[in-house]
């Protein structure tokens, strides 16, 4: 039987840092201690030395992702990737010690352009839904990708200035859409306005 390397937040305790990290750990603490954490899981460190000594993911890894997001959509009654009622997660790094600066997030997990519109169609706030694919974008094109954040910003002036605006606050939905697709083309994602559903393989 393959190792294990993924627990739900319901597992461990403070104690286990150096198989959950620092972040897993402490989660895992405040689920102990009955404190409200949304339900979530973590991929173990030995995950992590596995890949760095191998440069492959561990053997089942992809599987037990599979298994826990089905598990999370079971709970919460939310589809990864599915334009009606979404699940959106993110991924945080944990290390057992913390290390400011080095450890990256990617936020909004699971949103793509169809989810995008119809978090704009049902939540009548249009804006924050393409903002949302917005940041997704960036960060997954940035941490996952490795695209220099010049490129980005590049882009981001391009588009601020098209719609004489002076930050991405004030852009409104048809310039962020434009921005979207100019930050998918550098993390090389479908365009925004193609609607192909992605599943982010972070």
């Not at 760095?52 to 561990?58: C, N, Q, V």
């Not at 009606?84 to 997660?89: A, E, G, Q, R, Y």
């Amino acid at each position: 039987m393959s190792q294990r390397h993924i627990y739900p937040f319901t597992f461990g305790d403070m104690s286990q840092k150096d198989l959950l990290g620092g972040k897993g750990a402490n989660l895992a603490e405040m689920v102990r201690i009955g404190l409200p954490v949304p339900p979530g899981f973590t991929i173990a460190t030995t995950a992590c030395r596995e890949y760095l000594k191998s440069g492959e993911f561990p053997s089942g890894l992809r599987d037990e992702i599979a298994d826990s997001l089905a598990s999370l959509e079971k709970e919460l009654g939310k589809s990864f990737g599915g334009a009606k009622n979404p699940l959106l997660v993110s991924v945080r790094s944990g290390a057992k010690f913390s290390m400011p600066g080095m450890m990256e997030t990617v936020l909004n997990v699971g949103i793509t352009p169809e989810v995008a519109q119809s978090m704009a169609d049902t939540s009548g706030n249009p804006r924050f839904a393409w903002d949302s694919y917005r940041r997704f974008i960036e960060m997954y094109g940035k941490i996952v990708c490795d695209v220099a954040p010049d490129e980005f910003h590049k882009v981001e002036t391009r588009t601020l200035t098209t719609y004489k605006v002076e930050s991405l606050q004030l852009l409104d939905v048809e310039g962020l859409k434009v921005l979207a697709d100019g930050l998918s083309r550098l993390s090389k994602l479908p365009p925004a306005r193609a609607f192909q559903p992605i599943l982010a393989n972070t």
